[in-house]
């Protein structure tokens, strides 16, 4: 008993001892050089539009502003397609978040607009010229379309589900990135609980249930029989199946509605470059590890493509396969 009341004592020592002790670090933040911000994606079924703004400090208390009378070029395959203008028509609005959440902040925002509608299997530049920053420049390749075939829609074998399964062939000569999300729009009418009549109208993205192994896992519930993966977006490459046929399979659960309910039902299936694949991942990553604090773990940096600024440009070729109508 002697001994375990001298080792509770020198844990009191020890803790006061530590809670006595202060150690204040000065930090010499360096001052902030702005830099021009490119902000685009590409895509072969609407026009080029893109973002300019400048930095801002990660210490700065300033609110970060836009750069409307920039010199944007766009390029194709190296040669010079033309200078985008800036859309004074239709200004849209930024919400920022300076952590006070009684002071509501918003930044007007103007895009660099092009009629120029980009095309598969090409590059594209665009560069950012402005006397007060250092100019800036940005590329992004858009890949080849890809043939979707075999589709099979079992609606009938499960009556809590429906699953969707096709094939496509992966180019081996080239690291491939892919995307693919479920839109819908159904309706149903039905009696509540109370006898009364109700329709019911769901738009949009459907969740996603799969165990293909190229998916990315996010589910904790698969070693109980669930899925690997859930939700309404998958990511992936093609590691593990690089030029070889590859069968997707994904089951939908019909809880909320059923297959003959639903007037369209389409897969968007995307495929986009290399610097796509990395700025979602990067932006995942950090946004998984965003709760912790500054010292809560190690700094995950987003990925820019953008020479000499931030920001970044990117670029996809999405395909919409209905399967209904």
């Not at 933040?29 to 079924?45: A, E, M, Q, S």
């Not at 074998?157 to 080239?174: M, P």
């Not at 946004?287 to 920001?311: A, C, H």
Request: charge should be negative; proline fraction near 3%.
């Amino acid at each position: 008993m002697k001994n375990l009341k001298n080792i509770i004592s020198l844990i009191s020592i020890v803790t006061l001892s530590c809670g006595e002790m202060e150690t204040v670090i000065d930090l010499e933040i360096p001052v902030h050089d702005p830099v021009l911000v490119l902000n685009g994606r590409l895509d072969t079924d609407t026009n080029i539009q893109v973002l300019i703004s400048s930095s801002v400090g990660a210490f700065d208390n300033t609110t970060p502003s836009m750069v409307n009378d920039a010199n944007v070029i766009l390029f194709e395959n190296n040669i010079e397609i033309e200078t985008l203008t800036l859309d004074t028509e239709n200004t849209y609005e930024m919400y920022v978040n300076n952590g006070n959440w009684n002071n509501v902040t918003y930044i007007d925002m103007n895009y660099y607009v092009s009629n120029y509608i980009p095309k598969q299997d090409m590059t594209y530049k665009i560069e950012v010229k402005h006397p007060s920053f250092n100019d800036i420049d940005a590329s992004t390749y858009i890949p080849d379309n890809i043939l979707i075939y075999n589709f099979v829609i079992d609606s009938t074998s499960n009556d809590d589900k429906l699953n969707f399964e096709f094939s496509f062939d992966d180019d081996a000569n080239i690291e491939n990135y892919y995307s693919l999300s479920l839109k819908v729009s159904c309706s149903k009418v039905f009696e509540d609980e109370y006898g009364y009549i109700d329709e019911w109208y769901w738009d949009g993205r459907v969740e996603m249930n799969s165990n293909d192994p190229s998916f990315p896992s996010n589910n904790f519930d698969v070693l109980d029989g669930g899925y690997r993966f859930q939700g309404e977006r998958a990511v992936f490459n093609d590691a593990l199946f690089n030029g070889q046929e590859k069968r997707i399979s994904v089951d939908v659960f019909t809880d909320e509605y059923q297959y003959a309910q639903c007037d369209t039902i389409k897969f968007i299936f995307s495929t986009f470059s290399d610097d796509s694949y990395k700025y979602y991942n990067s932006l995942s990553e950090q946004r998984e590890k965003g709760g912790l604090d500054i010292f809560g773990g190690e700094v995950v940096p987003v990925f820019t493509n953008v020479n000499n600024g931030l920001g970044v440009f990117l670029s996809k070729n999405a395909q919409e396969v209905y399967i209904k109508p």
